[in-house]
């Protein structure tokens, strides 16, 4: 009897040991850019995406008035269809408008339930985005998807097990179909901090 509970025991700090090793498991993917130094046409950004395995507040976009939920795995398979794509803004700062295309996704990861994402967005092409940004207030951001799989279109909510990312859009917070998304402009000498970070995420998965 003691044998055996001394093998569940060991057993238990395993399992503990595992569950605490998943939940800090870090899904991370870039494109390595060069640094250069004062480049005129990349003003750095980092936003919250989206959220994975969480409802959204309201229904996005094309969801038919349904609210949803991105699966975990789902976002993960998904993660590289994210770089490269591009960032967009509507007038009024309140949807998305692909053909106002003001900058790049250069970076993804997954960290806890935020999906996160950086990259450029181009100064010199769009100079009043900085200046109407930090006007706007709160600002976050939306995912643009093609190919989405729903589990069950006939649930309230609709629960989406694959997709493909093709950009986002950067909008007010409130208008965002969750509440907990975010898009902050960095420092242009955070360049080449953003730069370290692709190489870094480059080789983390």
Known sequence: MAER???????????????????????????????????????????????????????????????????????????????????DYKAGWDGHDARQKCGIITSAEIEGNRLIVAGYLFARDFPEMEEKIQASG??????????????????????????????AAILLRDKAAYRSTSFNLRHAAAGDAQATRSHRHAALR
């Open 5 to 87: 509970n001394s093998h569940t025991a060991r057993g238990h700090r395993q399992t503990t040991s595992a569950t605490r090793s998943t939940a800090m498991e870090l899904h991370a993917m870039a494109v390595e850019f060069p640094i250069v130094h004062g480049h005129p046409n990349r003003l750095p950004f980092e936003g919250v995406l989206t959220l994975v395995d969480i409802a959204s507040d309201k229904a996005p976009n094309g969801a038919r008035g349904h609210r949803v939920v991105l699966t975990r795995a789902a976002a993960e398979a998904a993660l590289p269809s994210l770089l490269g794509m591009a960032v």
């Open 138 to 167: 709160p600002m976050g951001m939306s995912y643009e998807l093609a190919d989405a799989h729903i589990a069950d279109m006939r649930s309230g909510i609709w629960t989406l097990t694959r997709a493909t990312f093709t950009g």
